[in-house]
């Protein structure tokens, strides 16, 4: 049987060493074998089962739920299959929007109106509305949502330099080489959680009692999505920053709350 050691995986799979094995030590993603040397070897099951562990990552699955569903779901090629809609229609969004930006490009080169239908063409926030109802609930999709029309477009704009500088501070960290547990990070840790519990219908919001296990989903949800660890994309590429933020806001709520 053919295998691949952890570095060749890491090197193909885009995932870091460090992220398997903490798939390892959760019990999501063994190795096939552990050599005498103590290096880990992936076989062909262990690569199937990896990839649909992506794939539910991209769906916004926390770890704990990702596992239950690669238990309930025994059949590799038939759990696949299952993927197969929802890749479909993100690659349907994803044209629309390169779509919506090069209408975009080609107005601006030609001095055109800027202002047309299809320039927000598969922007929309409210995509998100089922996925956050299904993970958080209809109220707390309801409240933020009305929050974030209540404000003007200066405040909008406010908030967004916000989030950014948040998000490029956390990149500046992880590249910088410090651990999570710093005081720098855990201060940046603070400073995540006072941003996440400002925004009103989120567990964060209302008060400490869901905070914790939120801030913790939260903090996973930035490794196993794409769209949030876009966010925290070092350049040395890969999940490394996503996943420095998590273990930073996991040690803080871990330890302070």
Do not use: C
Request: glycine share 10%; aromatic share 8%.
């Amino acid at each position: 049987m053919t295998e691949w050691s952890i570095h060749e995986v890491a090197q193909r799979s885009g995932v870091t060493t460090r992220t398997l094995r903490h798939y390892d030590a959760i019990g999501i993603l063994s190795p096939t074998r552990t050599g005498a040397n103590g290096y880990r070897y992936y076989g062909p099951e262990a690569l199937v089962r990896l990839q649909r562990i992506l794939l539910l990552r991209d769906l916004g699955l926390a770890l704990s739920d990702i596992a239950e569903v690669l238990d309930a779901q025994q059949d590799p090629a038939e759990a696949l299959r299952t993927h197969i809609g929802w890749l479909r229609s993100e690659q349907e969004r994803l044209a629309r929007q390169i779509a919506a930006v090069e209408s975009t490009i080609t107005a601006w080169e030609g001095g055109e109106s800027m202002m047309n239908d299809d320039m927000f063409d598969g922007f929309d926030h409210t995509v998100y509305k089922d996925e956050v109802e299904e993970r958080w609930g209809a109220e707390a999709y309801s409240r933020s949502d009305s929050w974030w029309r209540s404000l003007g477009t200066e405040q909008q704009a406010a908030w967004k330099n916000t989030s950014a500088e948040l998000a490029g501070d956390w990149v500046a960290a992880a590249e910088s080489g410090i651990e999570p547990g710093s005081t720098e990070a855990q201060a940046l840790a603070q400073r995540h959680v006072a941003w996440l519990r400002a925004i009103p219908g989120t567990p964060a919001h209302q008060g400490k009692a869901g905070l914790k296990p939120y801030v913790l989903g939260l903090a996973e949800m930035y490794v196993a999505d794409p769209r949030f660890a876009a966010n925290y994309a070092t350049s040395g590429g890969g999940n490394g920053g996503a996943e420095f933020v998590r273990d930073a806001l996991a040690e803080y709520v871990n330890s302070r709350l």
